[in-house]
């Protein structure tokens, strides 16, 4: 509307005029205050000279964000550690002010650790002194480890997220007191089994809890409420959850085995396993049908040439093989109420599925296993034949697989066939006058070829670049 008014006029003193106006000290300071608790707090004490309005608005902001590395590129100058000891001299000054009569409810520091606990000490007073409800703290180590995080902390009533990265936590006797907490998020924490149960004595209304830690063996997470547990092995040769209410496990593995025990965990709906050394076991096929309320299974990169999934709630079924040490020869799958089946890889030889409710089917390899498959309801399938196709012999035997594999998808609805390589589902003429077509009853059949993009992160599925159908 501006925009118009001016060129109606054609004047450039009422342009200068609309172009003055300023827009931003008008807002609200409520409406003010809300954007600038998003951008980091170095930021926000520099717009403090734009107006004398501004002038004493960062004082009143409800987050502090102190960030050394992204702090220093703003303060970037020939000298490196003349910038650091700007950017240390910042916060210490910031955290001087009494910020009287404004309550602080999320308090964020991420710093490099250089020896010296006494600065950051004195920092971490702060967000005790103004009863933070979240505290976020990254002291990444170089030359050592911070390892005197004020133990007062961790008898912060008001606290509901807790995030830890870079530290040495050790805990010697349960004098954690965090009645309100919901979510702790541990990220590179060096501690022990003795330190983590002891934070979870103290954290009775625990409902997300996040661990990649180091100096754990023997780990036991025992909380009545918890809901969400993310972990990363580190070395952890078992880990035991009980936790009755918990309904999302997330395990990531690192190298070697880890014997898990989720036996207490009837309520899990989301389950997911990456990288982990565990479907050699026979605790795996035993545990998946005690899941009574197990809706989404996930596996990436597991280790084991056979897999038995038999569940009558599952609903999603997600599996992935690493292309390295995952040779994932032959899967049974028993699961009456699957909606949803996603295998990307290229070892599976042989599947069995039945799931009388699935309604959706993506196969992803550059291989076509021996299929048999019971899914009455299925509406979409959807195939990509990528990797290394070129490469490949097209012989009777490719295409007679094909065939069948095609032909156990034929009650589909709808299908679409995605292919790098063009030649690997142009059925010879000879074949198609031995063989009958695969495909008689699908309604909807779209063929797209050209070259496909895959996208490496996890879950995310491949996109043709060129369509033709």
Not at 315 to 332: H, V
């Amino acid at each position: 509307m501006d925009t118009k008014r001016v060129k109606e006029h054609d004047g450039t003193r009422q342009l200068e005029s609309i172009l003055s106006i300023d827009r931003i000290s008008e807002l609200p300071d409520a409406v003010a205050l809300h954007i600038l608790s998003f951008i980091p707090t170095i930021f926000v004490v520099r717009m403090s000279v734009v107006s004398k309005r501004w002038r004493h608005m960062w004082t009143l902001i409800h987050v502090l964000n102190f960030y050394d590395r992204r702090d220093l590129d703003y303060l970037r100058k020939p000298n490196y550690n003349r910038d650091r000891n700007k950017f240390f001299k910042l916060v210490s000054k910031c955290l001087k002010h009494p910020f009287e009569g404004t309550t602080i409810t999320k308090f964020k520091l991420h710093v490099d650790f250089y020896g010296g606990h006494h600065r950051i000490d004195v920092w971490l007073r702060f967000p005790l002194r103004k009863k933070v409800k979240e505290l976020d703290i990254n002291v990444s180590p170089t030359t050592s480890r911070y390892s005197t995080l004020p133990c007062d902390l961790l008898s912060l009533t008001t606290l509901t997220v807790l995030k830890l990265c870079g530290l040495y936590l050790k805990i010697g006797s349960p004098i954690v007191s965090l009645p309100s907490l919901l979510v702790m998020e541990f990220t590179d924490i060096v501690t022990n089994d003795q330190t983590l149960n002891n934070l979870l004595l103290g954290c009775p209304c625990i409902e997300k809890l996040k661990l990649n830690c180091h100096g754990l063996q023997q780990p036991q997470v025992l909380s009545s409420n918890l809901k969400s547990l993310e972990f990363f092995q580190g070395g952890v040769q078992t880990v035991k959850v009980e936790a009755k209410n918990l309904h999302s496990f997330v395990y990531y593995g690192y190298n070697g085995s880890c014997n898990i025990n989720l036996i207490r965990c009837a309520s899990i709906r989301n389950l997911k396993f990456s990288n982990a050394w565990l479907l050699t076991d026979q605790w795996f096929e035993h545990l998946i049908p005690q899941l009574s309320h197990l809706e989404s299974l996930r596996l990436h990169g597991c280790y084991g040439e056979y897999i038995k999934i038999i569940n009558q709630q599952l609903k999603d079924l997600y599996i992935k093989d690493s292309g390295m040490r995952f040779e994932l020869l032959e899967a049974t799958i028993d699961t009456p109420n699957l909606v949803s089946f996603h295998y990307d890889g290229s070892s599976l030889r042989k599947i069995s599925i039945n799931a009388p409710g699935l309604v959706s089917f993506r196969y992803s390899s550059e291989l076509m296993s021996l299929i048999s498959l019971n899914a009455s309801n299925l509406l979409n399938a959807d195939i990509v034949l990528r990797g290394g196709l070129e490469k490949k012999t097209f012989d009777v035997k490719w295409y007679a697989s094909l065939i069948d594999f095609l032909s156990e998808l034929n009650g589909t609805k709808k299908m679409t066939i995605f292919s790098g390589y063009e030649r690997a589902v142009i059925i010879p003429n000879e074949l198609r006058a031995a063989c009958a077509s695969p495909l008689p009853d699908v309604k909807h059949l779209m063929y797209s070829y050209g070259e496909l993009q895959y996208c490496s992160r996890e879950f995310q599925q491949f996109e043709p670049k060129n369509n033709n159908g």
